[in-house]
């Protein structure tokens, strides 16, 4: 609901710049022998080019829109479950240090990891899987493929893919595009592959970054069936790591229970695409 809801915003305020657009054309337009043919496409182009700009980034960093395919934000369930979603590496010092806290608390997650610290550090992607988590495609070399060919797309995915299932990964391989970014291509590509994207609901590690700022923006913003994005596999992302155990502690006085992907996208209906 919330995703149509915003794609219904965004296709509003473009439509509203494009009828101002239309409203100034007709003010300016004037006598042909004035303006000229060419004249008047140029005025045109000028005041459409705000709104279709507006409209391309809008459908672009959407975290529930895309034009092809299933996308899932978070799933709409009364059961007080969340999914933790740890972005990028794995690297061997601290995701090991995440799966040994994780386990402490007996907690499974999802590791959206990237294709080439994977096949740099190929044990640790197999340690992920033998504790009972679940690992996701966050392309090969963290490119952004917004403005990539389709071939160079196709090279990023299945590649990390061959990978994952290297690492014993079993069922649906989830995609997440680096920094949540898809327009028309790679969400094309993903809908003929039998791909979903998944995005998240809840991301907080927005400046300031101190852990226990964290560990608030996330109790204050989880609902039944949010989708929580952290990093935590690098040096410079210490606060993430710290506010891992309030968050964890703290969703579950609240009587939240953490699964994976794919049991989260199994207790409630996952939002159609737009």
């Known amino acids: 609901m919330a995703g149509m809801l915003e794609a219904l915003i965004f296709l509003a305020v473009a439509l509203t710049l494009l009828a101002g657009g239309l409203a100034l054309w007709r003010l300016v337009r004037g006598p042909v022998r004035r303006w000229g043919v060419a004249g008047r496409a140029a005025a045109l182009g000028v005041l459409i080019a705000p709104a279709m700009l507006f409209a391309t980034w809008k459908l672009g960093n959407s975290r529930s829109v895309q034009l092809f395919g299933g996308i899932v934000d978070r799933v709409e369930t009364s059961a007080p479950v969340v999914a933790l979603t740890f972005d990028d590496g794995p690297t061997a010092q601290f995701t090991s240090e995440v799966l040994d806290l994780l386990d402490q608390r007996q907690v499974q997650a999802t590791f959206f990891v990237v294709g080439r610290a994977l096949e740099r550090d190929p044990e640790v992607g197999r340690q992920i899987v033998a504790a009972g988590h679940e690992l996701g ?20 995915i299945e590649r990390t893919d061959e990978l994952i299932r290297q690492a014993g990964h079993q069922g649906e391989i989830y995609f997440r595009p680096p920094n949540g970014k898809k327009l028309i291509l790679l969400p094309y590509y993903l809908a003929a592959t039998g791909r979903r994207t998944v995005t998240w609901s809840v991301a907080p590690e927005s400046a300031p970054y101190e852990a226990d700022v964290i560990v608030a923006r996330v109790l204050d913003q989880v609902r039944p069936g949010s989708i929580v994005l952290l990093h935590v596999m690098y040096e410079s992302r210490a606060e993430s790591r710290a506010a891992l155990p309030g968050i964890i502690d703290g969703l579950r006085e609240r009587g939240y229970r953490f699964v994976t992907l794919s049991e989260l996208l199994g207790n409630g209906a996952a939002r159609a695409p737009d």
Not at 143 to 155: D, E, H, K, Y
């Open 137 to 156: 495609n966050h392309t090969y070399s963290h490119t952004r493929l917004v403005l990539q060919p389709l071939p160079f797309i196709r090279q990023e």
